[in-house]
């Protein structure tokens, strides 16, 4: 009998085709972007940023194999607490947007129970079953979510982000492609995912 290839996830990266206006080094250009004109890579024209339903920053968090493998089956196929406690620190008290798969990587939910509120982007998952974990029907929908609860927690809550995306592929392209992204914190596992098996090739 075959066997089965593994649901493997994949995080690709490619080069930002912008670089957004930061006040510390530009204070005119608040609130634009910058993209590369195609007939001049040289220069660039401003571009407004459109009025978003979502938080005014949000970071992604991820981990990532050498050969760019960041899930096999919806479970991380390294367990470094390193990692995890980077993970802890950054989402702690925090909101956190994820798929239905990473939302159940652990049965009992204890890789979620540092998170202020968890929000999971599932067609799927019963609402009625899933206590205080709100669900939503796509990024968008979370990101409104998420800066609905921001706006009620306004005047407890010190600057910084309180919104991060963690996962899994399809997320992770969308939040890096977002307006309101603001970090990346990507870890680089020194180890390689056989995308046939599954299987760890620590380097």
């Known amino acids: 009998m075959p066997m089965r290839r593994p649901c493997i996830e994949l995080l690709r990266i490619w080069k930002r085709t912008y ?45 990532i194999s050498k050969n760019r493998v960041i899930g096999v089956c919806g479970e991380l196929p390294w367990d470094i607490p390193e990692d995890r406690k980077h993970f802890e620190a950054l989402t702690s008290g925090k909101i956190l947007i994820i798929g239905r798969r990473t939302f159940g990587e652990r049965e009992d939910g204890a890789h979620l129970a540092h998170i202020g509120r968890c929000i999971v982007v599932s067609n799927t998952l019963d609402p009625q079953k ?60 020194d180890t390689e995912i056989d995308i046939n098996s599954g299987i760890k090739k620590f380097a």
């Not at 195609?38 to 024209?45: F, K, L, N, Y």
């Not at 409104?144 to 927690?153: D, H, L, N, R, S």
């Not at 991060?164 to 997320?171: F, Y």
């Open 130 to 189: 899933c206590g205080r974990t709100l669900i939503a029907t796509s990024l968008d929908d979370a990101l409104g979510q998420a800066k609905q609860i921001i706006m009620e927690q306004k005047s407890t809550l010190r600057c910084g982000i309180h919104c991060w995306v963690g996962g899994g592929e399809r997320l992770y392209e969308e939040a890096l492609a977002h307006t309101s992204l603001h970090e990346v914190h990507l870890t680089e596992i």
């Open 19 to 63: 670089v957004r206006g930061l006040d510390w080094c530009n204070p005119d250009s608040s609130g634009l972007k910058k993209r590369w004109s195609e007939g001049d890579p040289g220069a660039c024209r401003h571009i407004p940023t459109p009025k978003k339903n979502a938080p005014d920053k949000i970071g992604v968090v991820a981990a």
